[in-house]
């Protein structure tokens, strides 16, 4: 083998790595992006770790969104059923088992959207005169962060709202 072809070979060699690299990088951190792009990120928001027990009847994943969402029902005394899944299947079976689903927020409802690898929800704790609303939300900044944001008027559009 020349020494010329053993350098283009190398030379080759690592330009496939470096595009490959990139498509690994880009495929592990498009999920953040499309959740961010969605986010609409309002004026309040306040960041904790959930510091309370583990609620045993309440069966989606500690830590998640879901569980989150399923706990603040189960506490305010609208329970929903523990076999939606993920996130993003939560307006499918909400629909199925008569829930209604629309793009208004309330106080109580479900905040729904299908983004992200798994979808995402959050708890409507207030909505304003003006529109806006404010969830609690959990695993939204990262696992087993809670979290409260105020999300403009304009975006319901953007989300569905279980009701």
Known sequence: MSPIL??????????????AGS????????????LASVANMGALSTHSLYNQPVVLTDTY??????????????ETGQPIPYNWG???TWDDNARRLGYQIDH?????????TDAG???HVAYVEAVSATGSWTISEMNFYGWDILDSRTMPALAATSYNFIH
Request: glycine share 6%; aromatic share 12%; charged share 15%.
């Open 6 to 19: 053993f350098k283009k070979s190398a030379s080759s060699l690592k330009v496939e790595l470096i595009i």
């Open 23 to 34: 498509v690994v990088a880009a495929l592990f951190f498009m999920p953040v992006v499309v």
């Open 61 to 74: 994943d500690y830590g998640f969104c879901t569980y989150w969402v399923a706990l603040r029902r189960l």
């Open 86 to 88: 993920n996130a993003d």
């Open 104 to 112: 208004s927020p309330s106080v109580g409802a479900i905040m729904q």
């Open 117 to 119: 690898p798994q979808g």
